[in-house]
């Protein structure tokens, strides 16, 4: 018990440190508490997007057609914010989810081809789905249905979302299902469980993820702009990199809560570098170098405690036969 | 019976690739009234086509052994960027600090990658950011305009030979050098490539270092074609190669069936592609769902074809 | 005996795997309340069998039936609610998951209502799992990555036990288990046995089977050979009948005593790492020297270690009298050693690939000049060496895997002796491989032997160790525990007595 | 030299039809029908004489989408075609637009060159295709890039807008509305048109005693992005006043507005931009935003009349020109309204307008009349026009 007591401290430690990087730099920012309370509430949305896809991303597949998902639906939603007000945003931004993952589920099952490969050709697809609904045009939504993108509605939808996520990665039998299959496809399979079930269930439930999602983000921004080819990829790199976080410390603490300090660490970092008013060009290195820096250390750290192990099962055995080491 | 279906199905797979080109050469060329074959157009679609297809020529290296690039825009623009700023000075030192600088990149890739066992798609994805992030900072006051002397490099013959060259040498070493048989059989069964004497890290760094050094030369190019750099020179092109290469009728798993071919085939049906919707008058939407729904088609059709192939041969 | 008493009746099921008849046409009943032993050498399709009824694999022909109906099983869930659990030979674990999930894998649905797991419940429920079977100190929350093999067999007795199954089957599990785990498993056997249970259980050890069951099922090469009840089980019966076949004089060397040449051409000296003690050997040029223990006893280990897959943690290793740190298998391959390994389809060959580009891939560099080899070239070298082994291809851009499975042996066998290989290390050549293409690998190791070649055979199967070895080692536990000169006195029983 | 050119203070008119979100997006619509079908529907009518091509990088966003309909009505009234090809992201992509509209048979191609450095290039490609080219929204301010352009028998002219102006224009509303400590959004550095905005902002700056406090050229994203960086703008900066968005105002206008509406800040923080976007009267009318400059939507008609009448043999003048494309500057809710009506839902000019410019249907027209009908771009003038008609 107390060891799980350090072991969270030691996590939460990591963006306390961060935190107080940036505040000796700009102790005038970095010191309100509204900061604080703004680096919380800008890593839900990082962070909702970031627990739909870390189901697929422990099964080694990646969905790049989530940021071009979340647009058309936020577009969608626009559309028919117009027309039936607040009730339309959240059914736009569900329907249009559901459909996208319907749509993912079926051309996976059909097609068997890597995930990833998959959505890049999706992304063409529903982003110029967007540009012709819209033609173009940049879609808003109006101030008084957008309560959702601001505290409480947020915080309430954050909470939502992460006792969704909390029950469906640590309590059902398909959260299970994905640790299985994450952990052995074949032993799993063995054990009766349908590994591409499994897979299509993750793929529709990102794209819902991503659609709660989209109800605060368009609510937080108001407007939805259709993107052009393959930009709205750049969209999803903070939730991927804060899954990437997310598993490294997965290890210490519940993932839920592991994805969400992910989200807070690229939520200092974007904000830190707003604070010091670096150059936009540093932030691109900045999170490129710390996500090489964490999958070096995960990957480092596998192969050190490969050898550990076995340095371990070789010191016993020369123990048991009472030899000295050379 | 069965055997003949699988001869069948392979021989399918083999042609898949010019039986699209063909469709699509000859369905533009109807559509657009000839406009396509005209000789000038030609020209245009090969010099459209130039940098993809040194780039689609390394990338087979690296799709054969299952590896992703999706820094090789980024690579390009930098070492369009370095070879923009040092064409100042000299123009053959520009070409060789293009190369250089794609080979420090290409270096490091196969580092991440190969040493560090960093997965391909995640550690090239990273350096992309970081590259688009010192292109900015390389770019800061705008554009990076070349010596007015690297103009006459813009020379059709010049490119043709250099492609020529370049390809050509590129599928000798693919088909009969010690080092594209290796890369097939990385890919196709690495445990027993290991096994039998294939170095796999050594194969990946060299793959990421051609990768590298051919982004280089294409970034040297692109600056000539387009008289500058700018913080997004090369943009996308990581994905036009993938898109290329599966177009042109490779395995997205690589393996020993990987053909050289499929870069050449498939960059120029993109090229074909690209061209034609512009010659139609296109709107930006309808060329993306065009682009998307051909994607999905190759992929959807050599896939089926391809999982059937395996089940198959996996009785045996 | 009564007809309603039978639990279980195999009716002349067989199974392929391409060209591999793992089993042919087998028949046999099993009572209710019976423990029936299991046996047969390596290969004659036990695991196979054990797999067809617990629905893992699919029976090509035949019958099963359990309880009076027909029994298709189709998916392993149904087995499970059919009552049929199985302990696999294998690790059947997942690493990364609790051991309550482990337990209650694919049966979450068990402790759960519209989807949800009420885990509280599942852990008690393995809690109680583990109590019963007098594990009580393994904690159902903890990850299973925190246990031990051993402990993890454990485990997955408790997992195939909770369900009170009407038929356990336990494949080769007491190889992992400590004196304490088969005390475990022979107390759940017990109980089992005392609700009317049936169990299936599979094991090499002989006594130990004696002692367990009740009687004694032998298949020998997919083929059922006879069923043994009570008194009628006597180890040395058992012995004839599971190995069965004549050693007859053509088919394994014919000389009486081995030879082997002065120079020591590899050696291991004091060695150690997670899975051998103390191990060392010398290996002579002209020699082929055995090597056999039970399946986990460190002969693999040891045979990866010598080709550089794998690196001792303390120890020498020599090549050519030169002590060598060999960090992976390009170094190994440059001392001219060669590896036919265990697990050939995923390892030794490219089975995706054509039987030319298998064989060149490890000679590159001899048959190339600057690193391009002619067509021509590659062809004659793949032609002379398809030839020189027979390996029967339509031609030689065919993929190694439409090949047969002795043919496919054959390429890798081409493979190192194309490159000029003259340390081979065979792990398990012959496995799962007719006997036509044994015969031609018997006498090429022969040949290999005259030329004066080194050759280390790894091998679980007796006979072959016997027939060819001029020495033969036995290992135990990681351990060299015997050295055996070839002499006609060399028999199965004396070297299984050193192995268990 | 540009600075305080008060050509495009256009204030105050008639209160005019209301026209809201809607109906300005029905604008857009209708008006990218037209562009889309612009290059095959049109060709069979015209009997495709004249040819004209034009590299953009978007037929229908609101900056674009408008430039593109008004060239459209223009080839339109003078009886040309025209050609667009779009997804023009980057230098490359624009050399091979130009190059496939060369393909296509056009006679004259139009770009907005990256920047100086681009331009030997596509001045090159154009001689040897013996294709006439111009630019839109782009200066020669660079002498060598000039004297390429000006030593080509193909070169047209360029139609440029003020971009040191513009962006000296939405700070100098700021600093009107008594904001000084000011956050930015922009595009990427590394385009000609961001170095000038930045310049101008730079010299309004000194002028006004104003300071950019913070800036940021990443999250422009989406609306999204842009509200969360106005909140840490804010936060760290808690004397910030004033936000100047000098690109991607159509993403990021709708966030930065949101962020100070949940902020409550829409007082205290003073908001101009450039481009025009559908929202702005909205915004006008709430009092959320001090200025919008844009309109700038002209310029490729007059490259379309100056192509038309030098390919017709009868051109307007020898010389190749250099013109300026007046900025639109809206500092009301009124200012807002009467643009939706006159200049969003209809075209500032119809096509029997444009028309009367060719040469060849009205004989009288002169460059001259050219230069004062650009010189005279103003809402007011539209509504003068308009409403006479
Ligand atoms: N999945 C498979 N694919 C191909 N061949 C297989 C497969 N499983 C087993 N075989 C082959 O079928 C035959 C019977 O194998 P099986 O595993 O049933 O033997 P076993 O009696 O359990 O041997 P052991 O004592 O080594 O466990 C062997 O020749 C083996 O190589
Ligand atoms: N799935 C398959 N696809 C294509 N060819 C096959 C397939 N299976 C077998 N063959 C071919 O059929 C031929 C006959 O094989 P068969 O198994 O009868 O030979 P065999 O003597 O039993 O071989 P071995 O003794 O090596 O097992 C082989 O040459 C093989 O190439
Ligand atoms: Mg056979
Ligand atoms: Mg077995």
Redesign the interface.
């Known amino acids: 018990m107390s060891k799980k007591i350090i072991n969270s401290i030691v996590v939460v430690m990591v963006p306390v440190a961060l935190y107080l990087f940036f505040l000796i730099l700009r102790p005038g920012s970095f010191g309100k508490v509204n900061t604080v309370y703004i680096i919380f509430t800008q890593s839900f949305i990082t962070c909702m997007i970031a627990w739909g896809m870390q189901y697929l991303a422990k099964m080694g597949e990646f969905d790049l057609a989530l940021g071009a998902e979340m647009i058309l639906d936020s577009i969608v939603a626009a559309l028919l914010c117009a027309k039936i007000g607040f009730a339309g945003i959240i059914a736009g931004c569900l329907l249009s989810a559901f459909v996208c993952g319907i749509v993912k589920g079926v051309l996976y099952r059909i097609m068997r081809i890597p995930i990833m490969i998959l959505t890049i050709a999706l992304v063409y697809l529903l982003g110029a789905c967007g540009g012709l609904i819209t033609n173009s045009a940049a879609l808003t939504i109006p101030y008084e249905y957008t309560f959702l993108g601001r505290a409480p509605g947020n915080i309430i939808v954050f909470l939502l979302t992460g006792a969704v996520m909390y029950i469906l990665s640590d309590r059902s039998v398909y959260g299970a299902n994905v640790n299985a299959v994450a952990g052995s496809e074949s032993i799993s399979h063995n054990n009766g469980i349908s590994v591409e079930k499994t897979k299509i269930r993750s793929l529709f439930l990102s794209s819902m993820f991503a659609g709660v999602t989209a109800i605060v983000q368009l609510s937080h921004g108001s407007g939805v702009t259709p993107s052009v080819g393959l930009d709205s990829i750049q969209n999803i790199m903070q939730p991927i990199m804060s899954v990437f976080i997310g598993f490294v410390m997965a290890q210490y603490i519940n993932i839920v809560f592991s994805i969400f300090v992910g989200s807070v660490l690229m939520s200092i970092i974007s904000n830190g570098i707003t604070a010091l008013n670096w150059s936009s060009a540093i932030y691109n290195v900045v999170v490129g170098a710390i996500l090489l820096l964490i999958m070096a250390y995960m990957n480092v750290a596998k192969i050190y405690s490969r050898k550990h192990e076995e340095k371990i099962g070789a010191l016993k055995n020369m123990k048991e036969m009472g030899a000295r080491e050379t | 019976m069965k055997k003949n279906n699988g001869k069948g199905m392979e021989l399918f797979i083999n042609i898949f690739p010019f039986i699209s080109l063909a469709v699509v050469f000859v369905g533009f060329v109807v559509l657009s009234g000839g ?1 396509t074959l ?1 000789l ?2 030609c020209r ?1 679609i090969f ?2 086509s130039f ?1 993809l297809l040194l780039v689609g020529g390394a990338a087979v290296f690296l799709l054969a052994q299952n590896c992703l690039d999706m820094s090789v825009g980024a690579a390009i623009g930098m070492a369009g960027a370095v070879a923009a700023l040092v064409s100042k000075t000299s123009i053959p030192l520009a070409l060789l600090a293009a190369l250089g600088v794609g080979l420090l990149i290409g270096a490091v890739n196969g580092f ?1 990658h190969g040493v ?4 391909a ?3 090239t ?6 590259l ?6 390389v ?8 010596a ?1 002397g690297m ?1 006459d490099l ?1 020379h059709i013959g010049l490119k043709a030979g250099v492609c020529i060259a370049f390809l050509f040498t590129a599928w ?1 070493f693919f088909r ?4 594209g ?2 890369c ?2 990385a890919g ?2 690495e ?9 796999i890290a050594e194969v990946k760094i060299i793959g990421y270092v051609f990768m590298g050094i051919t982004a280089g030369l294409a970034g040297f190019f ?1 600056v000539i ?12 092109v990581e ?1 036009d190669t ?2 290329a290469l ?1 177009l042109g009728g490779m395995s ?1 798993n690589g ?3 990987s053909k050289f071919r499929s870069s050449v085939i498939g960059v120029l049906i993109l090229g074909i592609l ?2 034609g919707m ?12 065009t ?3 051909i ?2 088609f190759v ?2 059709t050599t ?2 074809i391809r ?1 059937k192939l ?1 089940s198959g ?4 | 005996m009564v007809e309603n008493q039978v639990l279980l009746q195999i009716q002349h099921v067989s199974k392929s795997f391409g060209l591999t008849r793992a089993l042919r046409d087998v028949s046999f009943d099993v009572r209710k309340g019976e423990v029936r032993g299991f046996i047969g050498e390596n290969g004659s399709g036990k695991s196979t069998l054990s797999n067809i009824i617990a629905g893992v694999y699919e029976k090509d022909k035949g019958k099963i039936i359990l309880d009076g109906k027909e029994w298709k099983a189709a998916t392993v869930v149904e087995a499970e609610e059919q009552g049929i659990a199985l302990i696999v030979q294998e690790i059947g674990t997942i690493e990364e998951i609790s051991v309550a999930s482990n337990i209650f894998l694919g049966n979450e649905r068990r402790f759960g209502s519209r989807g949800i797991i009420n885990y509280r419940k599942m852990n008690q429920e393995a809690k109680k799992a583990l109590e019963l079977i007098g594990a009580s100190d393994i904690s159902p929350e903890k990850p299973i990555g925190e246990y031990n093999l051993e402990e993890r067999k454990i485990i997955e007795i408790a997992k195939a036990i909770y369900t009170h199954p009407k038929l356990l089957i336990v494949d080769e599990t007491a190889n992992a288990l400590s004196s304490h785990g088969r005390e475990i498993l022979y107390s759940v056997i017990r109980d089992v046995r005392n609700y009317g249970g049936t169990v299936l259980f599979i094991t090499h050890d002989l006594e130990e089977l004696v002692r367990v069951c009740d009687s004694v099922t032998i298949l020998r090469d997919g083929v059922y050979i006879d069923t043994c009840y009570g008194n009628e089980m006597i180890i040395n019966e058992l012995k004839v009948k599971m190995v069965g076949r004549e050693m007859s004089g053509h088919y394994y060397r014919t000389e009486e005593e081995g030879s082997m040449g002065e120079k020591v051409v590899m050696s291991v000296k004091n060695v150690f790492t997670s899975a051998l003690k103390d191990v060392s050997l010398e290996l002579h040029e002209g020699e082929i020297l055995g090597l056999g223990g039970l399946s986990d006893c460190g002969m693999h280990e040891l045979g990866r270690l010598l080709f550089g897959l794998d690196q001792p943690y303390s120890g020498t290793l020599t090549c050519n009298g030169r002590t060598e740190r060999l960090k992976n298998p390009v170094q190994a391959i440059r001392r001219n050693i060669g590896y036919v390994s265990k697990n050939r389809d995923s390892e030794a060959i490219i089975l995706r690939d054509s039987v030319r580009n298998n064989i060149c891939l490890c000679s590159l560099d001899k048959i190339s000049k600057f690193g391009f080899a002619a067509p021509k070239t590659e062809n004659s070298f793949v032609d002379r060496w398809i030839e020189r082994l027979k390996v029967k291809v339509n031609n030689r851009s065919e993929y190694v895997a439409s090949l047969s499975g002795g043919n496919k042996q054959k390429v890798v066998l081409a493979k190192w002796l194309g490159r000029g290989s003259n340390i081979l290390i065979f792990d398990c050549p012959t496995r799962g491989i007719d006997i036509g293409v044994k015969e031609a690998i018997y006498t090429l190791m022969s040949e290999l032997k005259a030329q004066g070649h080194a050759i280390l055979l790894i091998s679980e199967e007796l006979p072959e160790l016997i027939g060819m070895s001029d020495r033969i080692l036995i290992m135990k536990d990681g351990r060299i525990v015997c050295e055996k000169m070839r002499s006609p006195e060399i028999t199965e029983p004396l070297l299984i007595k050193e192995m268990i | 030299g540009c600075g305080g050119s008060s050509a495009g203070s256009s204030d105050s008119g008639n209160a005019g039809s209301s026209a809201g979100t809607s109906s300005a997006a029905g604008g857009t619509e209708s008006g990218a029908s037209g562009a889309d079908s612009g290059g095959s529907s049109a060709s069979s009518e015209t009997a495709g004489d004249i040819k004209l091509g034009l590299s953009i990088y978007s037929t229908t966003d609101a900056t674009a989408g408008p430039m593109v309909n008004n060239m459209q009505a223009a080839c339109d009234g003078m009886g040309a075609e025209l050609v667009v090809a779009t997804d023009d992201q980057d230098l490359e992509k624009e050399i091979t637009n130009i190059e496939n509209l060369i393909a296509n048979g056009c006679q004259a191609v139009f770009c907005l060159p990256y920047s100086d450095d681009s331009i030997p290039r596509i001045a090159k490609i154009c001689e040897e295709a013996e294709v006439y080219f111009g630019f839109y929204w782009y200066d020669l301010t660079n002498e060598e890039t000039h004297d390429v352009c000006y030593r080509s028998d193909y070169f047209l002219g360029n139609i440029y807008e003020d971009d040191v102006w513009s962006a000296y224009t939405a700070m100098k509303t700021l600093s009107e509305a008594g904001a000084s400590h000011i956050g930015m959004f922009g595009l990427p550095t590394g385009r000609t048109t961001t170095t000038k905005r930045d310049n101008g902002i730079q010299k309004a700056c000194e002028e006004f005693g104003m300071e950019i406090l913070v800036e940021d050229r990443v999250n422009t994203n989406t609306s999204d992005d842009a509200a969360s960086s106005v909140e840490s703008m804010v936060s760290s900066y808690s004397e910030l006043d004033g936000i100047v968005i000098a690109g991607m105002t159509q993403t990021c206008l709708p966030g930065v507005i949101q962020a100070l509406q949940n902020l409550g800040l829409t007082d205290k923080v003073k908001v101009s931009c450039i481009d025009f976007n559908e929202n702005q009267t909205e915004y006008f009318e709430k009092g959320y935003v001090n200025g919008v400059i844009g309109g700038h939507f002209t310029g490729c008609a007059w490259l379309a009349v100056l192509a038309v009448n030098k390919l017709q043999g009868t051109p307007l003048t020898d010389e190749a020109v250099s013109v300026k494309d007046e900025f639109l500057v809206l500092q009301s809710a009124d200012d807002a309204k009467n643009y939706d009506a006159y200049l969003y839902a209809e075209l500032p000019y119809t096509a029997d307008e444009y028309a009367q410019m060719s040469r060849k249907i009205n004989g009288e027209f002169t460059y001259d009349d050219l230069l004062e009908i650009i010189a005279s771009y103003s809402v007011e003038d539209v509504m003068t026009r308009h409403n006479a008609g």
Request: proline share 1%; aromatic share 8%; with cysteine.
């Open positions: 406009r005209t000038a157009n245009k010099e459209q940098s991440l560090l066992g960093i997965n798609m995640i550690a994805l990273a350096m992309q950011f970081i688009r992030g010192l292109l900015l900072i770019c800061k006051s705008g554009t990076l305009g070349i007015a103009y813009d000798l009969f050098h010690s080092y048989k290796k097939k059989a196709a069964g445990a027993s490539a290991i096994q039998s004497g294939v170095n692109t074609r387009t008289g500058a750099a700018m913080y997004n020179t090369g943009n996308m994905f993938v898109i599966i997205i393996g020993a069936d690209n061209n512009v010659l139609l008058g296109l709107g930006t939407y309808p060329q993306l769902i682009k998307g729904v994607f999905i992929l959807a896939f089926t999982n395996n041969k996996k009785l045996a």
